[in-house]
C-alpha cells in the first residue's frame, strides 16, 4: 500500500473530480435533485479526505501506524456507501444505506480524533500540541 497521506489525497481527488463533472451535468440539465448527494461527495469526499492527507504528511509518525490505514479504509469505504446512499434516499426515501455510510464515516473520525490527541500536529521535531 503506498503511503496514506498519498492515499488520502488521490481518494479526494478522485472524489472532487467526479462531484464536479457531476455539478456540471446537474447545472446543465437544471435539475438539482441530487445537490445533497453532490455536496456529500464534494464536501466529504474532496475536502475531509484533503485534510486528512495533509495532516497525515505533516505528521509522518502518525502515517506509519496500522490506525491510520484503519483510517483511510473507514472514511473512503463511508464515502463509498454513504453518497449512493444519499442518491437512494432522495430517490426512493430508502435511508438505509446512507445511513450505513454516515456510521462508517463518523467512526472514521472518531479515529481520526483519538489520531490527533495520540500524535499532536506535525512532526516529532516540530511538534505543536
Ligand atoms: C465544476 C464544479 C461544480 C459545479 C458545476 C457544481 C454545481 C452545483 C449545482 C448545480 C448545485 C445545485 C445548486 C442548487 O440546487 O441550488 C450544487 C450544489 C452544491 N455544491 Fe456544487 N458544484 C461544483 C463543485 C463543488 C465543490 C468543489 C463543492 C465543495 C467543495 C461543492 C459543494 C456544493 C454544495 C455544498 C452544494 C449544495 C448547496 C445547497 O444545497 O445550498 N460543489 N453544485
Redesign the pocket.
Known sequence: MRDVAFVFFLAAVLC?SV??AW??Q??ISQD?LM??A??HL??VG??TMALFGIYYRLTPHAAATWLARLHAGTAILGVLVMVPGIALAITSGEPALASVGALLTALSMAIFLFTVLRNGLGSRSTRTE
Open positions: 472532487v462531484g464536479m455539478g456540471i446537474m447545472a438539482h445537490s445533497g453532490h455536496a464534494n464536501l474532496w475536502t
